[in-house]
């Protein structure tokens, strides 16, 4: 085999390769949402044990009375928490006791922690998001993505090859 024909075969299969990747990158973000599930990228420590930084989590919106102890939650913590960011914990109590509210009052820990979170809330809404499944280590590609850098040159370089490709067949057809 010639060497343009091997360095062709070799650039045809990582191609291949990639636009395999890339279908199966969107398969695992968008047909979860087709059977209502959403997804979340843990980006913490808490959970490992049961996930790892960089899993992607899906969640399905349930009601809260339907929560019990053991699930694993996606939510807010309680302003006076420090914590602005949704945290991913599992519910280690819910108190018979509610609040003024009549809303039952939680209380969860995270896998990783060795006591439970500071904290007790209770959930303003009706529905909870509740972890029904995850991906080890898919989520890096979206925290990756959230560096502008990597987001340019996942952009730029595959725009930047068409580009390339573009004009050669430019030179050649003007040669031709």
């Known amino acids: 085999m ?6 062709r075969a070799i650039g045809n299969t990582l191609i291949s390769v990639a636009v395999a990747c890339a279908i199966a990158l969107v398969g695992l973000m968008l047909v979860p949402s087709l059977f209502g599930l959403d997804r979340y990228v843990i980006t913490g420590g808490s959970m490992s044990g049961a996930f790892e930084r960089g899993t992607v989590v899906y969640e399905r919106q349930v009601p809260v009375a339907d ?3 053991g699930d694993i ?3 807010v913590p309680p ?9 991913t914990h599992r519910i280690l109590s819910i108190d018979d006791e509610t609040d003024p509210d009549g809303r039952r009052v939680l209380r969860t820990q995270g896998d990783a922690n060795a006591s439970a979170d500071p ?5 303003e809404s ?3 998001p509740r972890v029904e499944g995850w991906v080890p280590a898919v989520g890096w590609v979206f ?7 990597v987001r340019m040159l996942a952009i730029g370089l ?3 090859m068409i580009g390339l490709m573009f004009l050669r067949d430019l030179v050649r057809a003007l040669r031709g």
Request: charged share 15%.
């Open 158 to 160: 595959p725009a930047a």
């Open 79 to 87: 302003k006076d928490a420090g914590i602005n960011e949704p945290v």
């Open 67 to 69: 929560l019990k102890v």
């Open 143 to 149: 925290i990756l993505l959230s560096m502008s850098g």
């Open 119 to 123: 904290w007790t809330f209770t959930l």
């Open 2 to 7: 010639s060497p343009i024909k091997t360095t």
């Open 73 to 75: 939650i996606t939510y």
């Open 126 to 128: 009706a529905v909870q």
